[in-house]
């Protein structure tokens, strides 16, 4: 098989149950009045491969979280209505829905359909929704402002509405992502041209104090954003990751946080799809865009865990209920007993799922060196090459972090977990990795509440790159969401912690060297990361000092010779 034909097989069997939230639609069986053609159609054109689509008809907000957006988490793909509401703005609840729908980790596709003739309306809207969270937006307008000034000082005649006019070039980054670097180019050599070398040196000098260089983006399009009417970050604090990315027969294309996002015209004129075909499109813009192979494997992945998951606890039924329940009892009476056995459980279930993974052969794997000769990866590479992978370093780290951490939150009342990283208010010790095995982190009180830890301090993320598996370190972020290298030492030590409701959302009281300390939760990596770890500081642990006559002041790498008892000439390497 080809790439394009594995693509499609993934991306058909990915979207098997579909969502479509429309305030025209009408539901099936109901004697609503509404667009009967495009609901008779879109509902058809899913059925006709296989795919079950929900109608549901948008009325109110209170109604959508009351009865319809626990359905969310259930469905693989979103088909969202821009203009749910008659009141101005009319995208307000669709936004709202969006937002939700990006946070489900199960759902990885949504396809905005709309009857507005701009699409480019629609795409700065999310954007600028999703761009900036509310504390972002506050410290960049700031940082914008304090730019403007020192243009306006240090230019004569400077035109504040002339720059933004030129800041709005940043936009069309939205629409071409591919062209982001040139677009940044272009806006840098028309400012240069209009306002002199001056503006562009206050702009992108080195060692600017006003701003890092990886904000002046976010700075122009904040600018631009602003000028246009469309800043916006809704009730959401935090940034979440959108960026704008190309498909075939797909204008506007976004991956938020994960999530495809892509913006179809019901009808109309260039680029409308009508709901027969909306299937059809979504599908081959998925299989397309550029960049694609990682997300193929992901979701070729998870749509092995989720077949398999359907066999989960089929083999209980054989299991006698007395004897199971007895084996539950014997263990309710040890220690923690009942966390215990559901442990035991989930290990159990866990095995099921996963257990002939090792002998699957990913179809997406197999097809892997065609889709590096379709696009050209042997260019590529030679770019990474020559820039000795300066270029690639960042995206390195973030893919270390990605597949060596878990994605799991803590919920109260919690319990401390091998693996978990915790940033702390000590600089003696800023990191610290729980080392405790699982058994006596599910009963701490047979530990007394002792729990082991490594200690670990934050290293050039390019260093512990060069490292690579060699070392001994985690990629994590940190605060401010930027990947940072981690690297640990090797003397293990022990810390109390109470553990009576103990609640990882919040600081976690300790004491070290009769300081009283606190410990903030980061994240959790991956066992087998943290037991590498883990055997690296117990095995040092472990070490017996002697002491030996030596010269190792004469050491060298030269051959000493040296004789045999019998009398025979060897050579014999010098320790």
């Given at each position: 098989?080809?790439?394009?034909?594995?693509?499609?097989?993934?991306?058909?069997?990915?979207?098997?149950?579909?969502?479509?939230?429309?305030?025209?639609?009408i539901?099936?069986?109901?004697?609503q009045?509404?667009?009967?053609?495009?609901?008779?159609?879109?509902?058809?054109?899913?059925?006709?491969?296989?795919?079950?689509?929900?109608?549901?008809?948008?009325?109110?907000?209170?109604?959508?979280?009351?009865?319809?957006?626990?359905?969310?988490?259930?469905?693989?793909?979103?088909?969202?209505?821009?203009?749910?509401?008659?009141?101005?703005?009319?995208?307000?609840?669709?936004?709202?829905?969006?937002?939700?729908?990006?946070?489900?980790?199960?759902?990885?596709?949504?396809?905005?359909?709309?009857?507005?003739?701009?699409?480019?309306?629609?795409?700065?809207?999310?954007?600028?929704y999703?761009?900036?969270?509310?504390?972002?937006?506050?410290s960049?307008?700031?940082?914008?402002?304090?730019?403007?000034?020192?243009?306006?000082?240090?230019?004569?005649?400077?035109?504040?509405?002339?720059f933004k006019?030129?800041?709005?070039?940043?936009?069309?980054?939205?629409?071409?992502?591919?062209?982001?670097?040139?677009i940044l180019?272009?806006?840098?050599?028309?400012?240069?041209?209009?306002?002199?070398k001056?503006?562009?040196?206050?702009?992108?000098?080195?060692?600017?104090?006003?701003?890092?260089m990886?904000?002046?983006?976010?700075?122009?399009?904040?600018?631009?954003?602003?000028?246009?009417?469309?800043?916006?970050?809704g009730?959401?604090?935090?940034?979440?990751?959108?960026?704008?990315?190309?498909?075939?027969?797909?204008?506007?294309?976004?991956?938020?946080?994960?999530?495809?996002?892509?913006?179809?015209?019901?009808?109309?004129?260039?680029?409308?799809?009508?709901?027969?075909k909306?299937?059809?499109?979504?599908?081959?813009?998925?299989?397309?865009?550029?960049?694609?192979?990682?997300?193929?494997?992901?979701?070729?992945?998870?749509n092995?865990?989720?077949?398999?998951a359907?066999n989960?606890?089929?083999?209980l039924?054989?299991?006698?209920?007395?004897?199971?329940?007895?084996?539950?009892?014997?263990?309710?009476?040890?220690?923690?007993?009942?966390?215990?056995?559901?442990?035991?459980?989930?290990?159990?279930?866990?095995?099921?799922?996963?257990?002939?993974?090792?002998g699957?052969?990913?179809?997406?794997?197999?097809?892997?060196?065609?889709?590096?000769?379709?696009?050209?990866?042997?260019?590529r590479?030679?770019?990474?090459?020559?820039?000795?992978g300066?270029?690639?370093?960042?995206?390195?780290?973030?893919?270390?972090?990605?597949?060596s951490?878990?994605?799991?939150?803590?919920?109260?009342?919690?319990?401390?977990?091998?693996?978990d990283?915790?940033?702390?208010?000590?600089?003696?010790?800023?990191?610290?990795?729980?080392?405790?095995?699982?058994?006596?982190?599910?009963?701490?009180?047979?530990?007394?509440?002792?729990?082991?830890?490594?200690?670990?301090?934050?290293?050039?993320?390019?260093?512990?790159?060069?490292?690579?598996?060699?070392?001994?370190?985690?990629?994590?972020?940190?605060?401010?969401?930027n990947?940072?290298?981690?690297?640990?030492?090797?003397?293990?030590?022990?810390?109390?912690?109470?553990?009576?409701?103990?609640?990882?959302?919040?600081?976690?009281?300790?004491?070290?060297?009769?300081?009283?300390?606190?410990?903030?939760?980061?994240?959790t990596?991956?066992?087998?990361?943290?037991?590498?770890?883990?055997?690296?500081?117990?095995?040092?642990?472990?070490?017996?000092?002697?002491?030996?006559?030596?010269?190792?002041?004469?050491?060298?790498?030269?051959?000493?010779?040296?004789?045999?008892?019998?009398?025979q000439?060897?050579?014999?390497?010098?320790?």
């Open positions: 098989m080809t790439f394009d034909e594995v693509a499609a097989e993934i991306v058909k069997n990915s979207i098997r149950t579909a969502y479509a939230i429309d305030d025209e639609i539901e099936p069986y109901s004697d009045t509404g667009d009967r053609k495009m609901s008779k159609e879109l509902y058809a054109s899913f059925q006709k491969v296989g795919c079950s689509l929900e109608l549901a008809r948008f009325t109110t907000k209170k109604k959508w979280d009351g009865e319809q957006k626990q359905n969310l988490g259930k469905k693989d793909l979103l088909i969202l209505d821009w203009e749910l509401s008659k009141s101005e703005p009319k995208y307000a609840n669709s936004l709202y829905i969006l937002h939700q729908a990006i946070q489900q980790p199960g759902l990885p596709f949504v396809c905005i359909y709309t009857h507005a003739p701009d699409l480019d309306v629609i795409a700065k809207n999310i954007f600028s999703f761009w900036f969270g509310k504390e972002d937006k506050d960049i307008e700031r940082k914008g402002n304090d730019l403007l000034s020192s243009l306006q000082e240090n230019i004569a005649d400077f035109d504040e509405d002339k006019e030129i800041a709005v070039k940043t936009l069309d980054i939205i629409k071409t992502p591919s062209r982001e670097k040139s180019k272009e806006i840098s050599t028309c400012i240069n041209e209009v306002f002199g001056g503006a562009k040196e206050i702009i992108i000098s080195e060692g600017n104090t006003l701003f890092s990886t904000e002046l983006k976010d700075i122009l399009i904040c600018f631009s954003l602003s000028s246009c009417g469309y800043l916006k970050s009730k959401k604090t935090q940034r979440i990751d959108i960026f704008p990315i190309q498909a075939i027969g797909c204008q506007y294309s976004f991956l938020i946080d994960n999530a495809i996002v892509q913006i179809y015209k019901k009808i109309g004129p260039e680029g409308s799809v009508p709901p027969g909306l299937y059809e499109h979504l599908s081959q813009a998925i299989c397309k865009r550029p960049h694609n192979f990682v997300s193929l494997l992901g979701l070729e992945f998870r092995y865990f989720r077949d398999k359907k989960l606890g089929r083999e039924n054989s299991i006698d209920e007395d004897a199971f329940l007895y084996h539950q009892e014997c263990i309710k009476k040890e220690t923690d007993g009942d966390d215990h056995f559901s442990f035991f459980m989930k290990d159990i279930w866990n095995s099921q799922v996963t257990g002939d993974w090792h699957h052969s990913p179809k997406t794997l197999e097809v892997i060196e065609d889709y590096k000769a379709e696009h050209k990866f042997d260019e590479l030679t770019a990474i090459i020559k820039t000795q300066n270029d690639i370093s960042a995206p390195l780290a973030y893919l270390n972090k990605r597949y951490m878990l994605r799991w939150e803590p919920t109260p009342p919690s319990s401390l977990r091998f693996g990283i915790f940033k702390t208010s000590s600089p003696e010790i800023p990191y610290l990795l729980c080392i405790t095995s699982h058994c006596d982190c599910l009963r701490p009180k047979k530990i007394n509440d002792m729990f082991l830890f490594v200690a670990g301090k934050i290293i050039a993320t390019k260093n512990g790159l060069m490292t690579g598996d060699e070392g001994f370190q985690s990629f994590i972020r940190d605060d401010s969401s990947v940072i290298c981690l690297a640990w030492e090797d003397k293990p030590f022990s810390l109390h912690i109470e553990t009576s409701n103990l609640n990882l959302l919040k600081p976690v009281k300790a004491k070290f060297k009769n300081e009283k300390i606190e410990l903030m939760y980061q994240c990596q991956r066992e087998n990361y943290t037991q590498r770890i883990a055997n690296h500081a117990f095995g040092n642990a472990g070490r017996v000092g002697i002491t030996f006559a030596n010269l190792k002041e004469f050491k060298t790498k030269k051959p000493v010779p040296c004789k045999n008892p019998e009398g000439k060897c050579m014999v390497k010098a320790p």
